[in-house]
């Protein structure tokens, strides 16, 4: 169940934040307390700043639906809005306009077009880093896909956090080590130059990884 809903009453204490919300229009209670689960009954929020989507993030999607297309041969139009139903129908958003959707579901969206490309390998005419409206989901997306986050070819786990001489790779936990996906050209490159001068001309940086 999705409703719009309005905040109208908040406070924060030492657990977390208490919400009071308002669904103008609809009496939800008896559709609620069935999915009621030791008298707790989970949600999920999303907060609408009132911010439109940008002219940047247009671009940036509709010239990645365009490389996609250019490759499968799919109509751009069409494409588009598969996209935007299977975002739709992973996420559980409730179908959207580009033409006046927030800026956070533009953002969300983006990501899911740039895991897409991602997952399948899909050249861009332009890099990614460039695209991407979320850096640390995008160097995300890379570690989980093994792309280079500079070019986006097959890449290898390199560790940002330098491990240290003498230590065995193959039985240490390096779960709490910062770690980037490169290609082998950038691999090299980046313990030639350095950690922070690779960090400073490619404007990336390494991140704690797990699975979802």
């Given at each position: 169940m999705q409703y719009f809903?309005?905040?109208?009453?908040?406070?924060?204490?030492?657990?977390g934040t208490d919400l009071i919300l308002h669904i103008p229009g609809e009496w939800v209670q008896s559709k609620i307390i069935k999915y009621r689960n030791n008298n707790k009954i989970n949600a999920e929020i999303r907060i609408d700043d009132g911010r439109t989507i940008t002219a940047d993030q247009r671009k940036k999607i509709f010239a990645t639906v365009k490389d996609i297309a250019l490759l499968t041969g799919e109509h751009p139009?069409?494409?588009?809005?598969?996209?935007?139903?299977?975002?739709?129908?992973?996420?559980?958003?409730?179908?959207?306009?580009?033409?006046?959707?927030?800026?956070s579901q533009a953002r969300e969206f983006i990501t899911f077009?740039?895991?897409?490309?991602?997952?399948?390998g899909i050249?861009?005419?332009?890099?990614?880093?460039?695209?991407t409206d979320d850096i640390d989901r995008y160097l995300w997306g890379c570690l989980k896909y093994s792309r280079c986050c500079i070019c986006g070819r097959k890449g290898e786990m390199h560790h940002w956090n330098a491990i240290g001489m003498g230590r065995d790779r193959s039985k240490i936990d390096d779960s709490d080590l910062r770690k980037i996906q490169l290609c082998r050209e950038h691999h090299t490159e980046a313990h030639a130059i350095g950690r922070d001068t690779f960090g400073n001309k490619y404007h990336v940086y390494g991140i704690l990884y797990e699975e979802e």
């Open positions: 809903s309005q905040i109208t009453g908040i406070r924060e204490t030492e657990k139009e069409e494409l588009r809005a598969w996209l935007l139903y299977d975002y739709c129908i992973e996420t559980g958003e409730i179908p959207f306009s580009l033409s006046n959707c927030s800026i077009i740039i895991d897409f490309i991602l997952k399948h050249p861009l005419s332009d890099e990614a880093l460039n695209r």
